[in-house]
């Protein structure tokens, strides 16, 4: 299976700052015939289910502000919060569907400073 | 709007079995495969395999091969989850969720299943 790792486990954050967190992945989720990157973000606050916010590692889903962008490709991926906002207060999750099964990384959670 | 309604928390004794259910609405059930996800603390988010709406065909993640067995009904636009010989490291929340190539932009509000004696 592929190994997807999240960095940092946890961030403290004041509003308004800029954010990234990393997430990486033991083997190239590009796929060389179509130049995809198969790679998701998903935010999950407390007591609900995980949101997807990006998919394609960079296509932000509809109605997701656009301060949530995604990047990278490759082995090596962020996930950017140009100006957090208390709403964004949250675990992410990076996920991978390039193999079957998709694995998911463990979490960044982002706390209040 | 889309919509995937899970079944109640469930307390099982170790050794029993429960099956968790997955109500879809708001699209045509059979165009899309469920996926089930199991979440807990100490290993997070774990992909346990999915279920063709359509067909009845069936993935399991190896790790899940004989824990899990995923089942659908059409005529009720249902999807269901089978867990077996349970012990406490079954315990966690169960998410059902659409499969979109294999990202998921709908997920079920979750069960919590919690095996005690």
């Known amino acids: 299976d592929i190994v997807m790792t999240q960095t940092p486990s946890s961030q403290a954050v004041s509003a308004g700052e800029k954010v990234t967190m990393s997430c990486k992945s033991s083997?190239?989720?590009?796929?060389?015939?179509?130049?995809?990157?198969?790679l998701a973000w998903y935010q999950q606050k407390p007591g609900q289910s995980p949101k997807l916010l990006i998919s394609w590692a960079s296509t932000r889903e509809s109605g997701v502000p656009d301060r949530f962008i995604g990047s990278g490709s490759g082995t090596d991926f962020t996930l950017t919060i140009s100006s957090v906002q208390a709403e964004d207060l949250a675990v992410y999750y990076c996920?991978?569907?390039?193999?079957?099964?998709?694995?998911f990384g463990g979490g960044t959670k982002l706390e209040l400073k | 709007q889309v919509q995937l309604q899970q079944s109640g928390a469930e307390l099982a004794k170790p050794g029993s079995s429960v099956k968790i259910s997955c109500k879809a609405s708001g699209y045509t059930f059979t165009s899309y495969d469920i996926s089930w996800i199991k979440q807990t603390t100490g290993q997070g988010l774990e992909y346990i395999g999915y279920i063709n709406t359509g067909s009845g065909g069936t993935y399991y993640n190896e790790k899940f091969k004989g824990k899990a067995t995923l089942t659908v009904d059409k005529s009720s636009s249902t999807a269901f989850m089978q867990l077996s010989s349970l012990t406490p490291e079954d315990t966690a929340v169960y998410y059902c969720a659409r499969s979109e190539e294999d990202w998921f932009a709908y997920w079920g509000q979750g069960t919590l299943v919690t095996v005690s004696s």
């Open positions: 996920e991978q569907y390039y193999d079957t099964p998709p694995t």
């Open positions: 083997q190239s989720l590009l796929y060389s015939e179509n130049k995809k990157n198969y």
